[in-house]
């Protein structure tokens, strides 16, 4: 027989994980942002690659550039757009995988 709601016997995760971030940043020596709920909610989601994030958030080079290989087209109008390729290789901890 069940004699209460299954969710009142969770424990509060987001204080525990915001505090576990806040430790992880000071230990890391990177910053969060003023109101950290959104940086909280990332590391919470995405534990591993969230956090290889947020330590480099300032530093673009962490990341791959914007792909640039689009294809110029002309719309109904004549205007020339430039459409976004239908696949492309990402580099993830060193593995390439292709995207389409």
């Known amino acids: 027989m ?23 940043a000071d230990e890391h020596a990177f910053e969060l942002a003023q109101t950290p709920i ?12 969230g956090l290889k994030f947020l330590k480099n958030r300032n530093n673009p080079t962490a990341f791959e550039p914007v792909p640039m290989g689009g294809v110029v087209q002309a719309d109904a109008k004549g205007a020339e757009q430039v459409a976004a390729p239908a696949a492309y290789s990402a580099r993830v901890d060193g593995r390439y995988t292709k995207l389409k």
Not at 2 to 24: G, K
Not at 38 to 49: E, G, M, N, R
């Open 2 to 24: 069940v004699t209460c709601r299954p969710a009142d016997l969770l424990s509060a995760e987001l204080d525990q994980l915001e505090n576990e971030l806040l430790t992880l």
């Open 38 to 49: 959104d940086d909280v909610l990332t590391y919470a989601l995405f534990p591993q690659i």
